[in-house]
């Protein structure tokens, strides 16, 4: 398969996921902390430089190329999520079967491919920057760049040298702390010496996994209902509804909130209900004020079909902008993802 070929479906891959992504028009929600991956790769190696005793006499230097296989391997991710910035430890391990040595020159005269059975190991230990191109869905693209060591391990040695990576991919939120991802990953060496190996090793990686994040936000305790053995008029002219996370749908509780809303703007008598969305921090700003709207609108049509007249109902979202608990930016705090119902 030519490099191009290689990069073709990658890339072909990359588009399928983001097609079904955006298909879902579902919030990109950064949750921020320190997260574990892993995954597992299709690698495409390119030839590696050969010297030393490959014709079989040892008084006579011989050079020529390492054909590798394309091979499997896998690999374990620690990080840090910022936000938009990711810091990670890599740990990886790619191996190839051993095709045959080319361009050979055997005595110092040209010779022809001589066969190499046996397998060529890589290990990886990288530390890699990665940056989240924040999008108005569960889909994020990324690109980095990684720096490390990396080991060869060929038949008769192993060394080490310096290992570098380009990075490009994107993940997919499978909820509020799971990312599925798939990534291309150039990762290439410097000159080792291991066995008959005497050359750098680049490689071209497909790679797909799974990343879980731990909050490190800390959400204060839900606060303790006050007793009131006879609710007031004010008690009963607002309420609150709250929502899951990137959902504008009415639960079962809400609904019934909504129709205790209902019947107390009814026995009052008002003619003006307000209904006020909110948001939590995770994802864009643009997106969660569409959000609140959507969530005040969704209260509106329950309040609609429990015989409420629409001119006596004025929907407002306030996006993230006005939070119950303050939280950092990225934070999926249950309860800033509201309407608030006021009966004026």
């Known amino acids: 398969m030519s490099v191009v070929s290689r990069i073709a479906l990658g890339a072909a891959v990359l588009a399928a996921l983001s097609a079904g992504a955006l298909s879902a028009g579902a919030q990109a929600a950064s949750l921020e902390g320190p997260y574990l991956g892993g995954y ?20 006579t230097p011989d050079s020529g190329k390492l054909e590798l296989d394309n091979g499997f391997g896998g690999g374990a991710l620690f990080g840090y999520d910022y936000g938009a910035i990711r810091a990670e430890a890599e740990v990886a391990y790619r ?6 040595y080319g361009n ?17 190991g890589l290990l990886a230990v990288l530390g890699n920057v990665i940056y989240d191109i924040e999008t108005d869905s569960t889909f994020t693209p990324y690109v980095g760049v990684g720096l490390g060591a990396g080991w060869i391990f060929a038949e008769g040695g192993n060394d080490a040298g310096f290992a570098y990576q380009g990075i490009a991919g994107a993940k997919v939120d499978l909820n509020e702390n799971l990312a599925a991802f798939v990534d291309y990953r150039y990762l290439a060496t410097t000159n080792v010496k291991a066995g008959t190996v005497d050359g750098s090793l680049a490689t071209q990686n497909v790679q797909a996994g799974l990343l879980y994040t731990f909050s490190s936000y800390e959400p204060p305790p839900p606060p303790v209902p006050a007793v009131a053995p006879v609710p007031d008029a004010a008690a009963a002219r607002s309420f609150m509804v709250f929502f899951d996370w990137n959902s504008a749908t009415i639960t079962s ?3 019934a909130i909504i129709q205790d809303a209902a019947q107390s703007a009814v026995s009052l008598g008002v003619t003006r209900i307000e209904l006020t969305g909110h948001a939590d921090r995770s994802g864009s700003t643009a997106y969660n004020q569409g959000l609140s709207l959507r969530r005040a609108e969704a209260v509106k049509a329950q309040l609609l079909a429990l015989g409420l007249s629409a001119s006596e109902i004025v929907t407002i979202g306030k996006g993230e902008e006005a939070p119950l608990v303050p939280t950092p930016d990225g934070v999926r705090e249950p309860q800033n993802r509201r309407v608030e119902i006021v009966l004026p």
């Open 253 to 255: 509780d809400a609904a």
């Open 104 to 120: 050979l020159t055997i005595d110092g005269s040209p010779s022809a491919p001589l066969k190499a059975e046996g397998e060529t």
């Open 95 to 100: 191996n190839y079967g051993n095709d045959k």
């Open 40 to 59: 597992f790769s299709y690698s495409f190696p390119g030839d590696i430089d050969a010297a030393g005793n490959i014709g079989g006499n040892a008084a």
